[in-house]
């Protein structure tokens, strides 16, 4: 069942350790077969150089093994969750790589800095919010997976635009149509996020890509109009001429329908380490106003904070 699909998973769960992505074994892929709606993922807790096709674990969409002697790994039910909240996503990547988990440690989005970001990404990669204690008491892994969900759909983020989220305090998810793109963008975020530690460290008024170029670089790998690669049909259009001029290569539809992800437009202003806007508070504090003195303080009198 599934044989082939399951050694692609298995490749690519090698991946992750030969790409410097994973310590021990910290990290798992998985795919999904839409017509049989079956997934195929890593053995829990096997080291990646004991990864054969035969130890990939098959389970159903309810997370039952349907056939593999091993146990699946612990984060399938988050997998599941993601496979059944977007129908586009194949292939799911998560890993604790060093500086995506950074900034899920630190709760905050990757900003968009350049084009190396932008070539694979729409937008800030997103980082939720933190869970709360109800979601980790009761069905912690699947509710990270609603999680993730939840915050794409929240702040209106089109899943394979922007295929990769930061789960607050945890590590990065990732995900893509095949197991190969899937590794392949977590490659990419940890670069990206390796890069933008650096960048929020320089001392200036550093803003986030320019709009145009954004457009320029995703439009030019994805979408219908992508000229990126060896696309025949397009080499073949380029070299055609109209009246002696190359023709032009129109932007990509998408474009045209994801202006303003994660507000892109708003240049203008410094992001240096400036946390993103949360929807839940992280701290409540009560109405009553503090005293301004005590009894039961020692000393003459009331403290003078006076400066």
Known sequence: MLEELKERVCKANVMLKTEGLVKFTWGNVSAIDREQNL??????????????????VVVDMEGNVVEGDLNPSSD?????????SFDEIGSIVHTHSR????????????????????????????CTVPMTSEQIETDYEKNTGYHIADTLV????????????????????CW???????????????????????????????????????DKHYSRKH?????????????????????GEDIEIAPSKNTIELKNISKIAEVSRPVINVPPKKVEEAFKFGDEPVPESSDDMSGDGPLDFTF
């Open 39 to 56: 997934v195929v993922i890593k053995p829990s807790g096997v080291d990646y150089s004991e990864l054969t096709p035969e130890k990939m």
């Open 176 to 214: 893509a149509e095949t197991p190969e793109k899937a590794v392949e963008n977590a490659v990419v975020l940890e670069e990206v996020a390796h890069m933008a530690i650096y960048n929020t460290n320089f001392q200036f008024g550093l803003t986030r890509i320019s709009e145009a170029l954004l």
């Open 99 to 126: 500086f995506a988990t950074i900034w899920a440690q630190a709760g905050l989005d990757i900003i968009t800095y350049g084009t190396t970001h932008a070539d694979y990404f729409y937008g800030d990669i997103p």
């Open 223 to 243: 979408g219908d109009d992508a000229y990126y690669g060896q696309n025949l049909d397009l080499t073949k259009k380029k070299l055609e001429s109209v009246d």
């Open 76 to 84: 399938t039910p988050t997998h599941i969750a993601l496979y059944r």
């Open 154 to 173: 929240r702040r209106s983020i089109p899943c394979m635009t922007i295929p990769a989220c930061l789960v607050a305090q945890h590590g990065p998810f």
